[in-house]
């Protein structure tokens, strides 16, 4: 089957409509902006919020073995170093002599050309750089007060396992759920919100039997590829791509990464790891504290295996928009369109008034303000009806509720589809449970 190919453009396209639309803006713009940090708009805070809201709603809400937390972003070193990243959480760095650009090794084409200026031969040799964000808690900045950014939301899970059993009662298998911000200090982010200093992430610890490891680590494989397709995510720009053994983590015996088609080629969304028992183990052992587990049933005691399904929030969102962006002419006209999962949209409708005139105002507010308590809705008076339909269109809105003068008297409003641009007559006192068969929500 041949490769699917991306419009090379897409990625600028993106960018323009993010802040545009307000989706995504740059972080501290009115100062000329700090590198790598991105503020998440009207638009894209409701769009990021969904995304995450359905992570959860499969990971946690339709399951009875998955509870969730909320950890601290703040911890101490000792919590670092018995997870190993003060020692192994670097990367390679190299400066070119030539132009002063910083790279990561790993990641050059041709380690040996600069592709900031072309020239050859003339790298450092390559460092380990921490990626850690460190800083100091309390008044006095010495080493005892040293705490560090969470580079993961992992550990928060890990160190809490036997809080969530003892007040759970659940057993192996179950999971851990988490979903928060992360810091790592990246030689060199890019590609918009794909790689920052400061992301969120969406982790979930699944604690096994030992032996049920490879089990549980293909049913996680293909449970998460699943959710990107549910959501609209066209199967033939990911794919599930096993890490050769020179790529695993120093705590992982095997990973996968569900890959997306970017415009830059194939990258990561999530990653699906067999951490064994590393973590609990090294805790336990840097604690003092028991982190095993009793099975009362065969009196047999061990520390669980995990399988650890991880993915980026803010790069799923971006994903999503990538994949349910598309141009198309209707009536001589480009028209730019989200084809987003109702479940994504930022606003599941949006109430268009025909006219500014109060007759039409008044009760358009009105059926918008009601259908506010069932979805997230738009109101919009200004310019005319089909430049305001392009814009819905462009934040994916599922569907438009228009109020004309005919709705005045015979009590309908038309609603379009997004999609088909089809348009049906709808009673007013109708529409919320019109939309409520039709949105998926």
Same mark, same amino acid.
């Given at each position: 089957?041949? &490769?699917?190919?991306?419009?090379?453009?897409?990625?600028?396209? *993106?960018?323009?409509?993010?802040?545009?639309?307000?989706?995504?803006?740059?972080? %501290?713009? *009115?100062?000329?902006?700090?590198?790598?940090?991105?503020?998440?708009?009207?638009?894209?805070? +409701?769009?990021?919020?969904?995304?995450?809201?359905?992570?959860?709603?499969?990971?946690?809400?339709?399951?009875?073995?998955?509870?969730?937390?909320?950890?601290?972003?703040?911890?101490?070193?000792? =919590?670092?170093?018995?997870?190993?990243?003060?020692?192994?959480?670097?990367?390679?760095?190299?400066?070119?002599? /030539?132009?002063?650009?910083?790279?990561?090794?790993?990641?050059?084409?041709?380690?040996?050309?600069?592709?900031?200026?072309?020239?050859?031969?003339?790298?450092?040799?390559?460092?380990?750089?921490?990626? #850690?964000?460190?800083?100091?808690?309390?008044?006095?900045? @010495?080493?005892?007060?040293?705490?560090?950014?969470?580079?993961?939301?992992?550990?928060? =899970?890990?160190?809490?396992?036997?809080?969530?059993?003892?007040?759970?009662?659940?057993?192996?298998?179950?999971?851990?759920?988490? =979903?928060?911000?992360?810091?790592?200090?990246?030689?060199?982010?890019?590609?918009? !919100?794909?790689?920052?200093?400061?992301?969120?992430?969406?982790?979930?610890?699944?604690?096994?039997?030992?032996?049920?490891?490879?089990?549980?680590?293909?049913?996680?494989?293909?449970?998460?590829?699943?959710?990107?397709?549910?959501?609209?995510?066209? %199967?033939?720009? +990911?794919?599930?791509?096993?890490?050769?053994?020179? &790529?695993?983590?120093? $705590?992982?015996?095997?990973?996968?990464? *569900?890959?997306?088609?970017?415009?830059?080629?194939?990258?990561?969304?999530?990653? =699906?790891?067999?951490?064994?028992?590393?973590?609990?183990?090294?805790?336990?052992?840097?604690?003092?504290?028991?982190?095993?587990?009793?099975?009362?049933?065969?009196?047999?005691? $061990?520390?669980?295996?995990?399988?650890?399904?991880?993915?980026?929030?803010?790069?799923? #969102?971006?994903?999503?928009?990538?994949?349910?962006?598309?141009?198309?002419?209707?009536?001589?006209?480009?028209?730019?369109?989200? /084809?987003?999962?109702?479940?994504? %949209?930022?606003?599941?409708?949006?109430?268009?008034?025909?006219?500014?005139?109060?007759?039409?105002?008044?009760?358009?507010?009105? +059926?918008?303000?009601?259908?506010?308590?069932?979805?997230?809705?738009?109101?919009?008076?200004?310019?005319?009806?089909?430049?305001?339909?392009?814009?819905?269109?462009?934040?994916?809105?599922?569907?438009?509720?228009?109020?004309?003068? &005919?709705?005045?008297?015979?009590?309908?409003?038309? !609603?379009?589809?997004?999609?088909?641009?089809?348009?049906?007559?709808?009673?007013? @006192?109708?529409?919320?449970? $019109?939309?409520?068969?039709?949105? &998926?929500?």
């Amino acid at each position: 089957m041949a &490769e699917p190919t991306v419009d090379p453009a897409l990625f600028d396209k *993106i960018v323009n409509l993010c802040k545009r639309r307000g989706f995504v803006f740059p972080s %501290a713009e *009115i100062y000329g902006g700090f590198r790598s940090t991105y503020d998440y708009g009207p638009i894209g805070v +409701l769009m990021l919020r969904n995304v995450k809201d359905q992570w959860w709603r499969s990971m946690v809400q339709l399951r009875d073995d998955v509870v969730g937390i909320d950890a601290a972003i703040l911890s101490p070193p000792a =919590i670092w170093e018995a997870s190993g990243h003060l020692a192994t959480f670097t990367d390679p760095l190299v400066d070119c002599r /030539h132009c002063g650009a910083r790279h990561r090794q790993d990641k050059l084409d041709d380690p040996d050309v600069c592709p900031t200026c072309g020239t050859r031969g003339t790298f450092t040799e390559p460092r380990q750089f921490n990626l #850690m964000f460190k800083t100091h808690a309390g008044p006095v900045e @010495d080493e005892g007060s040293v705490a560090y950014l969470r580079p993961e939301t992992a550990q928060g =899970i890990f160190v809490n396992f036997s809080n969530v059993v003892n007040t759970t009662r659940k057993k192996p298998p179950f999971g851990i759920a988490q =979903i928060g911000k992360s810091f790592r200090n990246e030689i060199t982010p890019g590609n918009f !919100v794909f790689r920052t200093r400061e992301f969120e992430q969406m982790e979930m610890e699944y604690f096994v039997p030992p032996d049920e490891g490879p089990r549980w680590y293909d049913y996680w494989c293909g449970e998460r590829f699943q959710w990107y397709v549910d959501l609209g995510m066209p %199967a033939e720009r +990911l794919r599930l791509r096993a890490h050769e053994p020179d &790529e695993l983590s120093h $705590y992982s015996s095997g990973t996968s990464d *569900i890959e997306f088609l970017f415009p830059w080629g194939w990258d990561e969304l999530e990653g =699906i790891a067999q951490r064994t028992d590393f973590d609990l183990r090294r805790h336990a052992e840097h604690s003092g504290e028991r982190l095993d587990w009793f099975d009362q049933a065969s009196g047999e005691r $061990y520390l669980p295996h995990v399988v650890e399904p991880a993915a980026g929030a803010t790069r799923t #969102m971006m994903a999503f928009l990538m994949a349910a962006y598309d141009e198309e002419e209707v009536r001589g006209e480009t028209r730019v369109v989200l /084809h987003l999962h109702p479940r994504l %949209a930022p606003f599941k409708v949006a109430v268009l008034p025909l006219s500014k005139k109060p007759e039409l105002t008044e009760p358009a507010r009105a +059926l918008a303000s009601g259908l506010r308590r069932a979805f997230m809705c738009d109101y919009d008076e200004t310019q005319a009806i089909g430049r305001r339909y392009r814009r819905q269109d462009e934040l994916g809105t599922p569907f438009c509720v228009t109020f004309d003068f &005919e709705s005045v008297d015979d009590g309908r409003v038309t !609603v379009r589809e997004r999609d088909s641009m089809d348009q049906d007559r709808v009673a007013i @006192d109708e529409v919320e449970s $019109y939309l409520r068969e039709r949105l &998926e929500v």
